[in-house]
């Protein structure tokens, strides 16, 4: 068995957040590129929420990434009817403290579901209302958008359309970007919803497009490599046509809480506990996602 093999094996059986610190003092083996993927932080005050997650996400750091890619689902919640504008100001607030923690790194965020507060008395005038809010807290570009490191392209994409898909502009621009990239250029595609899961099987929740982006794909299959979601709080992976699809778990876990009686162990959603991954990008489009549990 391969040392990185047996490493990651022991961090998913381990309790203990051990292997995770050990492989952080790993070399790169190689990889042009090393990636902190967290996803579905929910921020928010109560519970010692902040404090929490500020110190898992000192274990992340000592991966040592080039930079963080956030899928989204930044805070608790600002999405359902009744939230206050306090309520979602004090959930941004105490994401600004988190995001203070890695003032040293990029980070390359998506929307998630939750993020963009709707129920705003005046939509036509609050500057609040909607996903343009979300993309100024957050510090991104717009709702999607792509950068390149290295020899790679990073796709972020926005699923926030009805029936989560990217909607006719956003699949459009995404056409675009693959055409226009060089032959044989590295890319990778987050998105908060899963292009393509196994959990969508079990609790639903991914692209309603995915078809048509799986044809889209095929098409620049010496291009696409990698689609990296979250959502779900659930840890999956699939492979077809080349892409490797990583649905990875969420930092938030049960969303914070103990979890349920459906629960595998204390704040597990289902089987899947609270946790993050590191991706290691080599140049020649092979990539590596490791999973860290952090319970």
Known sequence: MKRRDFLLKTAVMTTGVGPAVALAAEEK??????????????IRPEENVPA????????VKKHNPDFFLNGGDSIHDASYNGVSRVRMLEQWQVWDEFRAEVKEYEVYSCIGNHDPW??????????????PYVVKRLGIPGNYYSFSKGNWCFIVLDGNHEGISLGADQMAWLKG?????PKNTPTLIMSHFPITSITNALVGGQHSDHKELKQLFYQHKDKVKVCLSGHQHLLDRAWYNGVHYFCNG???????GDGDEQSAGKQYYLETPPGYAILDLYEDGRVENQYFPLV
Request: glycine fraction near 6%; charged fraction near 25%.
């Open 177 to 181: 970007e693959l055409e226009s990239l």
């Open 52 to 59: 929490r997650a500020k110190t898992w996400l000192e274990i």
């Open 29 to 42: 083996s190689g990889s042009v590129l090393r990636v902190a993927h967290i996803t579905d932080v929910h």
């Open 250 to 256: 969420s930092l938030s876990g049960f969303w914070w």
């Open 118 to 131: 709707w129920d705003v008395p005046s939509k036509q005038d609050d500057e609040m209302y909607g996903k």
